[in-house]
């Protein structure tokens, strides 16, 4: 019985959020994206990438993840030293996965994107001038060459996010991981830091619009040393990688 009136009262509550969402969130987000988008661009070609990226780029995620509303745990931020790099990497449940890496991490971050998004009028060039690393998936020469570019990104304290499984999971659990991250950390020398993004899923799920009020966590692991692997144990790497974000998830993932 108890569990039929929380249904009923969930679905009551979606009911009457849908007018907020529709006349409110969306056209607060598109206008807010757009005005975040033209000022951390000016703020790049009046001062620098790393500066618009701390501001505009937080304040974007922040406060549209108080307006839906989002609520965000951050558990382990003790495990991302000042002034170190990392190759980042997380599981990817939701598009609001980008919010919390981007508004809660702390340090400053460059994405790995792909670079059909260059096309989106001043969102592509923004998201250039900004030192993100567009890569062409369909081309391993060109893909080689673009991370290779990253080098000269992640120095003192600026790094650089991966979401390995390449796209959203529709169900919330983990598809593969893709070997390119670990590469690159094995060939940087850079520690990897795994990052468990648990319950986007429930606030909107991949493919849909059907926004929720919610609370996500983000659990921020010990960094991994690749000096541990080398070029011959690279799946070990991701596998270890993998089931260290996946305990997370059995963590604090709500369960349904």
Not at 18 to 28: A, I, M
Not at 45 to 71: C, E, K
Not at 187 to 211: Q, R, S
Request: with cysteine.
């Amino acid at each position: 019985m108890r569990n039929k009136k929380a249904n009923l009262l969930q679905k009551i509550f979606y009911i009457l959020y849908q007018p907020y969402k529709w006349l409110f969130f969306l056209p607060f987000l598109i206008l807010s994206t757009c005005f975040f988008v033209f000022t951390g661009v000016i703020i790049i070609l009046l001062s620098n990438d790393r500066i618009a990226n701390r501001t505009t780029g937080v304040w974007w995620s922040r406060i549209n993840s108080y307006l839906i509303p989002m609520f965000v745990t951050v558990i382990g931020r003790e495990n991302v030293q000042k002034n170190q790099s990392f190759v980042i990497v997380a599981n990817h449940q939701s598009n609001l996965d980008i919010f919390l890496l981007f508004g809660w991490l702390g340090i400053d971050v460059k994405w790995v994107i792909k670079k059909e998004l260059r096309r989106v009028p001043v969102f592509g060039y923004a998201a250039e001038k900004g030192g993100n690393i567009l890569i062409d998936r369909s081309n391993p020469k060109s893909a080689y060459r673009s991370l290779e570019r990253a080098r000269e990104k992640i120095q003192g304290g600026t790094s650089i996010v991966i979401l390995p499984e390449g796209t959203r999971s529709p169900s919330g659990e983990m598809g593969s991981f893709k070997r390119g991250p670990f590469q690159m950390a094995i060939d940087l020398n850079l520690p990897m830091l795994p990052v468990t993004i648990a319950n986007t899923k429930y606030i909107l799920p991949a493919g849909t619009l059907n926004l929720f009020p919610g609370r996500a966590i983000m659990k921020i692991h010990q960094p991994v040393d690749p000096s541990q692997y080398g070029a011959d144990s690279i799946e070990e790497f991701r596998d270890h990688v993998k089931a260290v974000i996946q305990g997370g998830l059995d963590t604090y993932q709500k369960k349904e």
